[in-house]
């Protein structure tokens, strides 16, 4: 399994030692999470704290856009060096010519789903997609309860990513701990955000350890 563990439940206080302990952890990628107050009810940070963030970050950066048009910053997500730049679909009217335009700048483009949008609205784009992340809460806050029905709703993306011959890789973010990513990978899951089940354990890096450990995966991203 991959893990991204959200900085949204760092302390921004001492942001520069949480991002080291994920250095020294098993993560494998930074996630930021972006809000404007519009597209979601709450604000979060944006550049400056994310150029911050990536001056000492040693891992990649999978950027997260609770926005409306996220399209407007693609230049700017890039120019950070993020691997991932993750729009949502229902802030994406032209999400094609969207995703076209993370992949030109050189990133992987993620498309992400509010819980009660269909996977079907992904049918005609899942081909041209890297990753289609699930949320499993919804977006604007930390520290939300797990949403049961992402689980069998991350089958059903596996089965449409299967039958549209998509190598699209699957995440999921909310209310991911070590219990619900336990059936989140069963069901198909390939990369689990975890903002507050990372942040508030005992061990911050014992945790990442054992969310990694919940699947194998069998592709190099
Ligand atoms: C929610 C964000 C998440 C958040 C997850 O709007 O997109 O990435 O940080 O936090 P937890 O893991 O606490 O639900
Ligand atoms: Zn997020």
Redesign the pocket.
Known sequence: MLIAP?L??ADFGHLAADVEMLNDSDADWF?L?VMDGVF?PNISFGFPVMEAIARVARKPLDV?L?IEHPEKFTARVAALGARVMNVHQEACIHLHRVVTGIREAGMLAGVTLNPATPISTLEDIVTEVDLVMLMS?N??????SFIESSVEKVARLKELLLRRGSRALIEV????NRETGARLAQAGADIL?????VFRAPDPQKEIKALKKLSEIDRII
């Open positions: 959200s949204l439940s996630h999470d979601v997260h609770m809460v977006p604007g806050y930390g520290g939300q973010d909310g209310g991911v955000v975890a903002g507050s089940s």
